[in-house]
Structure formats: C-alpha cells, structure tokens
C-alpha cells in the first residue's frame, strides 16, 4: 500500500466547477501536510499548507482529519489555469530528519 | 533570481556512462533533497543533506552518490547508467527544523535524464 493515495483522476470539469480532491495516508506519525500543484513538465510548488482547523486561500479550501488520515482540497469557481496535478504531499519527522512523501496525484483539466 | 537551480535542464548519455547534476540554493535553507520522477509521475525522496551532513538515504542503489560541499551546494553523481534511470530529477531545499515544520519545500526546475 502506498503512503499517500489519491485518486489520479483525470477530473474534467468545466470552467466554474467546484471540484474537490481527497488522499489518505498511512503513517500515523505524520506530522505536517501540504498540497503542491504541478503543471505538465514543472517542478512542484507548494500550494497551500493543511491544518485540522481547516484553511482557506481563496478559492482554494483545505482540510486534514488526522482521525481518519485523510486530507481534501476543494476548488470553487474553477479556472483554465487550474489545470494541473495537485499532489497531497504529507512529512514526517524524526529528530533532524524530515522528507516529504508525495502521492501520485491527481490530474484536473478545467475546460471551457 | 532563482532560488533553486539546477543543471543541466536536459541530459542525453548512452547506458554505462558517469554523469553529474549540479544543484544551488540561494535561500539560506540548512537542508537540501534529491528526489527523484519517474515515467509514472511518481515522486520519490532519494537523499537528503542537513548542513552538508546526510540525514536520509532511501534504498537507492550505491551508483548513485550524493556530495554537499557546502550547504548551499548539493551535486548528484551516478556511475553506469542504466536504462531505468531515466526519469527527472528534482533538487529541493527547506529551512528545515529552523524554519518550523509547516513550511514546505523549494524545489528546482528538474533535469530530464534520458539514458540511451
């Protein structure tokens, strides 16, 4: 079983759409969690951070159930722009020693 | 001003050759990554470096050797190519424990290795 699974989609939705991506984990001792978005021959850039209080940025909503190990990123108001991978992306520590472990992504193309 | 480069962008060489891929910071970041991406997307760690010291070393085979001159500096050196190295290669970096756990990694442009 992978560490981070998320569905990889491709999610095709028109402009407008809201569109909402989930991923779970498997290392209970993860301690920080992301979302990257990476566009088609890129690197990854981070996208936004997750807390178990949720967080928004825009139209752009995020949110973490360390209960149940699962991670959401919502989209309203899809753009064009918004094609890309988003990869949920969880780290865990241990002393000085951190690594993200990303997960396979999952494609959205966003269509007129 | 780029914060993470990497070079070169592309890289072309036959099966059983040594190649280099140079990697540079200008963040300040106390810890530097090589990850590697491969035909399926996947991302995976394969080393990391704090302070020029090496923290994390992912089962990847030993034809492949990282070196931190400095810790702005993180070059990746692999011997013997083979066919299934070909993948991209991205170099990362992060503040680390200085900069709080929350924050995330900068990663370079990514080098295309494509082994003939």
């Known amino acids: 079983r992978k560490e981070v699974e998320q569905d990889p989609g491709p999610f095709n939705v028109p402009e407008g759409a809201t569109v909402a991506f989930n991923c779970t984990y498997s290392?209970?001792?993860?301690?920080?969690f992301f979302w990257y978005r990476q566009d088609c021959r890129k690197e990854p850039k981070l996208l936004m951070s997750?807390?178990?209080s949720g967080n928004e940025d825009g139209r752009f909503t995020a949110q973490l159930n360390r209960a149940s190990q699962y991670i959401s990123l919502l989209i309203r108001d899809s753009k064009l722009s918004d094609s890309a991978t988003y990869l949920c992306?969880?780290?865990?520590?241990?002393?000085?020693?951190?690594?993200?472990?990303f997960g396979t992504g999952t494609r959205l193309q966003v269509t007129l | 001003d780029t914060a993470v480069s990497q070079t070169p962008k592309y890289l072309v060489t036959q099966m059983g050759n040594d190649k280099s891929i140079k990697c540079e910071q200008n963040?300040?970041?106390?810890?530097m990554y090589w990850y590697k991406q491969d035909s399926k997307k996947f991302l995976k760690i394969m080393f990391s470096?704090?302070?020029?010291?090496?923290?994390i070393n992912e089962t990847v085979p030993n034809r492949f050797s990282p070196k931190s001159p400095d810790k702005a500096h993180l070059n990746l050196h692999i011997n013997s190519l083979e066919l299934g190295d070909s993948a991209v290669y991205f170099c990362?970096?992060?503040?680390?424990?200085?900069?709080?756990?929350?924050?995330?990694?900068?990663f370079g442009s990514g080098t295309r290795l494509t082994v003939v």
């Open positions: 992306v969880v780290r865990a520590h241990t002393g000085t020693a951190s690594k993200l472990t």
């Open positions: 997750v807390y178990s």
């Open positions: 990362a970096s992060s503040q680390g424990l200085k900069g709080g756990w929350n924050y995330g990694y900068t």
């Open positions: 470096y704090n302070n020029k010291e090496l923290i």
């Open positions: 290392n209970s001792a993860s301690q920080s």
């Open positions: 963040l300040g970041h106390d810890t």
